[in-house]
């Protein structure tokens, strides 16, 4: 089971590389299409967030420290920059789950999610799917405002 979360996660942060390498114009990244939305840059970063967190932190104890807020509000960090950072997310998500056992995929995840206990085979894959909407996003982000 673990394996098979592993590849899927890291397949999925080869397309976020992937889609953020693909737009043409670096500056195209950081665009919104109004207050409410955010730019494919910052849902990039905010993914690395969230996985850093919730894999790399809680379950793996690398002592990441997550500053959500600036994820979704920081700007102009290059397309280099971004894919070293997500190159160096794959690194923790790999180490972090290499190390989980099958009985460990059945414990109590440490956090609350919604306010709910769950195990860490929960968590995992609802981490898979979170990063998989935003993909979307950040796909559509692209094919709207990078032509």
């Given at each position: 089971?673990?394996?098979?979360?592993?590849?899927?996660?890291?397949?999925?942060?080869?397309?976020?590389?992937?889609?953020?390498?693909?737009?043409?114009?670096?500056?195209?990244?950081?665009?919104?299409?109004?207050?409410?939305?955010?730019?494919?840059?910052?849902?990039?970063?905010?993914?690395?967030?969230?996985?850093?967190?919730?894999?790399?932190?809680?379950?793996?104890?690398?002592?990441?420290?997550?500053?959500?807020?600036?994820?979704?509000?920081?700007?102009?960090?290059?397309?280099?920059?971004?894919?070293?950072?997500?190159?160096?997310?794959?690194?923790?998500?790999?180490?972090?789950?290499?190390?989980i056992t099958d009985d460990m995929l059945n414990q109590y995840y440490p956090l609350l999610f919604n306010d709910q206990k769950i195990t860490n085979c929960q968590m995992l894959i609802n981490t898979m799917c979170y990063l998989n909407y935003h993909l979307g996003q950040i796909n559509f982000h692209?094919?709207?405002?990078?032509?």
């Amino acid at each position: 089971m673990i394996e098979g979360i592993k590849s899927s996660v890291v397949r999925d942060l080869d397309k976020l590389k992937r889609e953020i390498s693909s737009y043409k114009n670096s500056e195209n990244i950081w665009k919104k299409e109004d207050d409410g939305s955010y730019s494919a840059g910052n849902l990039c970063l905010h993914l690395l967030g969230n996985l850093n967190h919730f894999i790399g932190a809680v379950i793996g104890k690398t002592g990441y420290v997550r500053n959500r807020d600036l994820e979704l509000s920081q700007k102009g960090i290059s397309i280099n920059e971004l894919v070293k950072q997500i190159d160096e997310t794959v690194v923790v998500v790999e180490k972090t789950l290499d190390s989980i056992t099958d009985d460990m995929l059945n414990q109590y995840y440490p956090l609350l999610f919604n306010d709910q206990k769950i195990t860490n085979c929960q968590m995992l894959i609802n981490t898979m799917c979170y990063l998989n909407y935003h993909l979307g996003q950040i796909n559509f982000h692209r094919k709207l405002f990078d032509k």
